[in-house]
């Protein structure tokens, strides 16, 4: 008999999360049945912790449901010939140690997948964020070689992957990011501009510093106050990808304008929203590139990780107060 821990959602959040909106659970788990639907058994290695967990939560969830999200996880148990024990697959069944399948919605990780790469990287770089990243800036942005880039959230898990993928894609690229060190990892990383969006004396003058001339492309996670300003400085024509709003998702009462329709008009402005799921039938072709890049060291990941199932709700926390450089992970 096995008994799972799982993250439940005691009380909606309101404002920040805090520790005390989530409560631990103890899930007794049945034997696996010869010939019934639920074949396998699995332990969570992994868990990610990402911002959409925040609005989805308030529009998608109910007070004592399990938090939603994705893992990676083994396979402990099988009655099911496709899955051996001891395989790594992607599982999207929330904040649980161990969880009963059908392997329907279960995802292997490529056969290809190298043995020194941390299995973690499916949940972030060669996974969900680092798909965003690239079906963003090819579909969304149409960014071209030689066009300018500009990305926030850039030292994120979303965003340090689109600064590299524009400069694989021969871009020049101006991100930020909320710390000196987070400026420093995208210096790193091959960012030609970046600065802290926190110690700045003027978005709007460091914006016009790192291009003067514009930007023909902004892949968006943060909204708000950031895209207002921003939206003065692209070029006509421009293209811009509202990939999220994590400036927002915290609000109790919804923030008000500017509004951006004069300069929508008057650079011709094309500015589309958009959910990485869109491209789902496509997956495995952004997971081949995406693990190719990194096989070759021509993308770089960094990971937060955080030790211990008990600390997910820390680590949900400390990712939307912008603790992570990279993908915030945590380790069963
Ligand atoms: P990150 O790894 O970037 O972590 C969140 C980061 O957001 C923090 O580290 C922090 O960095 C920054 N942040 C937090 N609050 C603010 C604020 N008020 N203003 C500016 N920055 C803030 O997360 P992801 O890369 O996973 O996600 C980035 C964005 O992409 C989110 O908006 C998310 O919802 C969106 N997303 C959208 C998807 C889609 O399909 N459309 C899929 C995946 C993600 P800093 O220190 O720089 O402030």
């Not at 600064?163 to 991100?175: E, F, P, S, T, Y």
């Not at 990485?276 to 990941?301: I, P, T």
Request: hydrophobic letters at 40%; one cysteine or more; charged letters at 25%.
């Amino acid at each position: 008999m096995v008994i799972a821990k799982a993250w439940v959602l005691k009380k909606h959040f309101d404002g920040f999360p805090k520790t005390s909106d989530f409560d631990l659970k103890e899930i007794e788990l049945p034997h696996l049945k010869d010939g019934g639907e639920q074949k396998l058994l699995l332990a969570s290695v992994f868990l990610s912790v990402d911002p959409y967990m925040r609005p989805y939560s308030r529009r998608n969830m109910k007070e004592g449901d399990i938090m939603v999200g994705t893992q990676v996880a083994r396979v402990v148990e099988s009655k099911n010939p496709a899955f051996a024990v001891g395989a790594f697959v992607v599982g999207h069944t929330g904040w649980r140690t161990h969880f009963i399948s059908d392997g329907k919605d279960l995802q292997f990780l490529p056969s290809n997948w190298p043995e020194s790469l941390p299995k973690s990287l499916a949940l972030g770089t060669v996974g969900m964020p680092g798909l965003t990243a690239y079906f963003g800036l090819l579909e969304v942005c149409k960014m071209k070689p030689g066009e300018t880039v500009l990305v926030n959230a850039a030292a994120g898990a979303v965003g340090s992957v689109v600064g590299q993928l524009a400069k694989i894609g021969g871009c020049k690229v101006v991100g930020c990011a909320g710390s000196d060190d987070k400026v420093a990892y995208l210096k790193k990383l091959g960012f030609d501009e970046a600065f802290n969006y926190k110690t700045v004396k003027s978005l709007d003058e460091a914006l016009r510093k790192a291009s003067p001339d514009g930007y023909d492309c902004f892949f968006d996670n943060v909204g708000g106050e950031f895209t207002s300003v921003a939206i003065d400085q692209m070029k006509k024509y421009g293209r811009i990808a509202v990939c999220g709003a994590i400036s927002l998702y915290n609000d109790s009462v919804p923030q008000k304008g500017p509004y951006m329709q004069i300069p929508m008009v008057f650079k011709e402005l094309l500015m589309e929203g958009f959910i990485v799921s869109r491209w789902s039938n496509r997956r495995e072709e952004g997971v081949n590139a995406l693990l190719k890049w990194v096989v070759e060291g021509k993308v770089k990941y960094h990971e937060q990780v955080t030790e211990g199932f008990e600390n997910m709700p820390m680590a949900f926390i400390g990712m939307l107060k912008g603790e992570n450089i990279g993908k915030a992970i945590v380790k069963v």
